[in-house]
């Protein structure tokens, strides 16, 4: 069974500061997602990791994939309060045999950005 | 626009009743998902369907039913055999498979009274 673990699950953070968002997955992917979730909204896709060593930035996030070490992280420079959301990685399982792919998600990071 | 459409976005259901939940979508996608999310917790998979006619159990299929007689549309009835049903629902959608991103409705918060 796929386990996705993310820390922290709460970050304060105050504007201006640089942190970083860690996803953990317990067996073999190469598919990785990262989204953002205002409260009470949906599921806003961020970025799609597809290959060991792929990095993505947009604006102040910045997502890496280790797929040896099963890991992603989400790098925020320069918080901004804009970025205050919940953000989810979700791991994908690959074929499953049944002709579908599945996404398993991580708990979520609610980050609160601070003025 | 294309999107995916959900409906209602609040539902109210008392204890024993069978509720229906739409999901419709103009993107043209093949797959179609159903997942359910509880406060501080990530999504978890109902059923998902990768074509026209067909459909699998996710993670968390008991007391939910499904239908994908068209590619728009993806229907999720919560049936009475649910114990918790309180939640969101969130569908969403993909071009195909593996290695392509999911796009989400707005989502539907039912409310079991």
């Known amino acids: 069974e796929l386990k996705v673990e993310q820390n922290p699950l709460f970050l304060s953070m105050q504007e201006g500061k640089n942190y970083t968002i860690y996803c953990n997955y317990s067996?073999?992917?190469?598919?990785l997602y990262w989204y953002r979730q205002d409260p009470g909204k949906s599921l806003e896709s961020l970025f799609v990791?597809?290959?060991?060593?792929a990095v993505k930035q947009e604006g102040r996030l910045m997502a890496s994939l280790d797929t040896k070490a099963r890991l992603s992280t989400l790098h925020i420079t320069a918080a901004v309060h804009d970025l205050s959301a919940t953000y989810f990685c979700?791991?994908?399982?690959?074929?499953?045999?049944?002709?579908?792919?599945?996404?398993?998600f991580g708990k979520g990071t609610k980050l609160s950005v601070i003025p | 626009d294309g999107g995916i459409t959900q409906s209602p976005k609040y539902l109210f259901r008392k204890e024993g009743q069978n509720v229906t939940l739409s999901c419709e979508q103009n993107?043209?996608?093949?797959?179609m998902y159903w997942y359910r999310q509880d406060p501080g917790q990530g999504l978890r998979l109902i059923y998902y369907?990768?074509?026209?006619?067909?459909?699998q159990k996710g993670d968390i299929a008991e007391g939910y039913s499904v239908s994908r007689e068209k590619k728009e549309s993806f229907p999720l009835t919560v049936t009475s055999a649910q114990k918790n049903p309180t939640a969101f629902y969130l569908c969403?959608?993909?071009?195909?498979?593996?290695?392509?991103?999911?796009?989400f409705g707005p989502g539907t918060r039912l409310t079991v009274l």
């Open positions: 969403a959608s993909s071009i195909g498979a593996g290695g392509v991103t999911q796009y």
């Open positions: 067996t073999t992917s190469d598919r």
């Open positions: 990791l597809l290959s060991n060593g």
């Open positions: 979700a791991v994908d399982m690959g074929y499953s045999g049944a002709g579908s792919y599945q996404l398993t």
């Open positions: 993107l043209n996608h093949d797959a």
């Open positions: 369907s990768q074509i026209v006619n067909d459909f």
